[in-house]
């Protein structure tokens, strides 16, 4: 279907008055992965949703579909700049990311700027309270700005199952910044580290315990490190905790990419700080483009994101198999039982899995 035969069905079903709005609503969520496309292409931030919608469903309807969307948008993505966002629970992210994020829309026309904020979800339920959108009013106004939280699904780090996805979607419609604010930190960020082309770790001073609270797995993947709620009173504090960090950062190499963190003061709540953090930012990027590895971690990223989907489909094909399932479960109860060391019970499995192979 041609760009112009889409926009003119679409223009039918939405100003039509003889058609039931629920009939209109209808259409737009049944829409095809090659009309989704064109609205995404073309910036329309309903389309955008609605695809990002699709990729997360976890329906077996929506699978085929999800993988058209994703395979077209494919090669219009990857020109945005993508950060990932972290830090302990109370720092200040979505703070951050709403003046930080205005800031950048109003110094430059062409930005355009994507939220993907992961939200924990419950443990039992997998239900989440979805709240970035509504810490963020003034940013979620913008017409360039797209703010989507979602659930993490319980995933580990707090990275939503389709996050990946999405900022595939967010890029083929043509957002310049795409920001992953995650849930908080801990060993498992490595997944967030493992999306963004740089990852921001927000800091705060006064709390005694800076150093204790960034374990070496953070300290080591983070590419740059804002001492965050720096303003006022606050601000000998944060010197003196930037001063802290910045030498137990020397205990800590980049394996070969000549980057040494740096470690800046910002106030997300007064707006201090942002010009020095945009230059930080933008040699950063510099950097690591003319060393050429930018290029070189992002595809990295893709080939272990690629191993992380390869083992998680292989888990799903054998859960389908009745044979692997009754031996599993089998070997599970021996496990809970203590009869088994649950490392001994896996090489039995793996064992019978060889012998079938």
């Known amino acids: 279907?041609?760009?112009?035969?889409?926009?003119?069905?679409?223009?039918?079903?939405?100003?039509?008055?003889?058609?039931?709005?629920?009939?209109?609503?209808?259409?737009?969520?049944?829409?095809?992965?090659?009309?989704?496309?064109?609205?995404?292409?073309?910036?329309?931030?309903?389309?955008?949703?609605?695809?990002?919608?699709?990729?997360?469903?976890?329906?077996?309807?929506?699978?085929?579909?999800?993988?058209?969307?994703?395979?077209?948008?494919?090669?219009?993505?990857?020109?945005?700049?993508?950060?990932?966002?972290?830090?302990?629970?109370?720092?200040?992210?979505?703070?951050?990311?709403?003046?930080?994020?205005?800031?950048?829309?109003s110094t430059d026309s062409q930005t355009r700027i994507a939220v993907l904020a992961v939200d924990p979800s419950s443990s039992k339920n997998q239900g989440s309270i979805l709240g970035d959108k509504t810490r963020m009013v003034e940013l979620g106004k913008h017409p360039?700005?797209?703010?989507?939280?979602?659930?993490?699904?319980?995933?580990?780090?707090?990275?939503?199952?389709?996050?990946?996805?999405?900022?595939?979607?967010?890029?083929?419609?043509?957002?310049?910044?795409?920001?992953?604010?995650?849930?908080?930190?801990?060993?498992?960020e490595t997944l967030v580290a493992q999306l963004v082309d740089c990852f921001l770790f927000l800091a705060m001073p006064g709390t005694g315990d800076e150093l204790q609270g960034m374990k070496k797995g953070i300290m080591e993947m983070a590419d740059v490190i804002a001492m965050n709620k720096s303003e006022g009173q606050r601000r000998s504090a944060a010197e003196r905790s930037a001063l802290e960090i910045r030498r137990a950062l020397q205990l800590f190499t980049k394996e070969n990419d000549a980057w040494i963190t740096p470690v800046t003061l910002i106030s997300g709540l007064e707006g201090e700080g942002f010009e020095e953090l945009d230059q930080v930012l933008d040699r950063y990027e510099r950097h690591h483009k003319i060393k050429g590895l930018f290029e070189k971690k992002r595809a990295e990223q893709r080939v272990f994101w690629f191993e992380r989907a390869l083992g998680e489909g292989v888990d799903q094909l054998l859960s389908s198999n009745p044979n692997w399932k009754s031996a599993k479960v089998e070997v599970r109860e021996k496990v809970a039982q203590g009869k088994l060391s649950p490392f001994e019970a896996s090489e039995m499995l793996l064992e019978r899995l060889r012998e079938n192979f």
């Open 144 to 188: 360039r700005a797209f703010i989507r939280p979602s659930a993490s699904g319980g995933a580990l780090g707090g990275v939503a199952r389709a996050t990946k996805e999405a900022m595939i979607l967010c890029e083929a419609a043509g957002f310049s910044h795409i920001f992953v604010e995650t849930v908080g930190v801990g060993q498992s």
């Open 1 to 105: 279907m041609s760009k112009k035969s889409a926009l003119h069905i679409s223009k039918g079903v939405d100003s039509a008055p003889s058609i039931n709005p629920r009939l209109r609503a209808k259409a737009r969520k049944t829409q095809g992965a090659e009309e989704l496309l064109e609205g995404i292409l073309s910036g329309d931030l309903a389309a955008l949703a609605r695809g990002i919608t699709l990729v997360e469903s976890r329906s077996e309807k929506d699978r085929a579909p999800a993988k058209n969307l994703l395979q077209a948008a494919l090669p219009h993505s990857g020109k945005a700049l993508r950060i990932g966002i972290s830090g302990v629970p109370g720092v200040g992210k979505s703070t951050f990311l709403e003046n930080y994020g205005c800031r950048l829309l």
